[in-house]
């Protein structure tokens, strides 16, 4: 795997945190991106405390030219980004679509939508002039269902899984592939952040009950998430491509 290099964005903790051990334990040295420069250098530590390597770059993933930099950083320090986990994203907050405030919409697309988009954007580049990458996009369940109350967390992962169909069919033919990872209710930050937003929109609006519980009765763990992304950033998952790899537990069958 010493030609293998490693984005991951959102890696201060979490999915992120959990797909950069993966990835570390077989060999791959890993551009750890986060806004917290805090929790970056946490999963860099951690990587490195593994026995892996990392490196830190603070980036705000919405950002166009932050996105540039950490490819030209990644690709500087490490060599070329041959797995990208393309996993930042924030939850927003639980309010009824009439109520659900305009700048907090706005946050949520900038960072679920554009800041995958432009992930794609620059990390793609360098991978198809080389004929050879692949990406995982880290979309949700939200990204084939509708949650009450999440107005902005929904559309911007029901976007995600379209940016990874177009995508996955620009790629086609390059060997290059995209594909997405859509994870039921994990047990993280997010997921509790959710849960407690959730719980005190049921308690001030008993008179009119829209809002659904975010959460289920049992989590999976970041590293089942983890693990899967890691397959399909490997040649192993050399035929997987536009595909969307659902994560829980079956919650979404029935």
């Known amino acids: 795997m010493e030609q293998e290099v490693a984005l991951v964005t959102g890696a201060g903790g979490g999915i992120g945190r959990a797909i950069c051990l993966e990835i570390?334990?077989?060999?791959?040295?890993?551009?750890?991106?986060?806004i917290s420069e805090e929790l970056g250098t946490e999963t860099a530590r951690a990587v490195i405390a593994c026995g892996g390597r990392a490196t830190f770059f603070r980036a705000d993933v919405s950002s166009s030219a932050d996105a540039m930099a950490y490819v030209r950083d990644t690709e500087s320090n490490l060599g070329p980004i041959t797995m990208f986990a393309n996993n930042a994203g924030v939850e927003g907050v639980i309010a009824r679509i009439d109520a659900y405030p305009d700048d907090v919409f706005d946050r949520v697309m900038q960072v679920n939508v554009r800041g995958v988009f432009l992930g794609l954007k620059h990390v793609l580049k360098g991978m198809i002039e080389r004929k050879r990458g692949a990406i995982v996009n880290i979309a949700s369940t939200s990204a084939i269902r509708g949650r009450a109350g999440l107005a902005g967390y929904v559309a911007a992962k029901h976007a995600v899984l379209g940016l990874t169909r177009v995508a996955a069919l620009d790629v086609a033919g390059t060997r290059v592939r995209v594909n997405a990872v859509l994870p039921g209710p994990i047990e993280?930050?997010?997921?509790?952040?959710?849960?407690d937003m959730a719980k005190h929109a049921n308690t001030e609006n008993k008179e009119t009950p829209v809002i659904l519980r975010a959460g289920s009765a049992t989590y999976g763990e970041p590293e089942d998430v983890a693990k899967v992304v890691r397959f399909l950033l490997s040649d192993e998952a050399n035929h997987v491509n536009g595909a969307a790899w659902i994560v829980d537990a079956g919650s979404t069958v029935s």
Do not use: E, N
């Open 24 to 34: 570390a334990a077989i060999g791959v040295p890993i551009a750890v991106v986060d």
């Open 188 to 195: 993280t930050r997010m997921i509790h952040a959710l849960d």
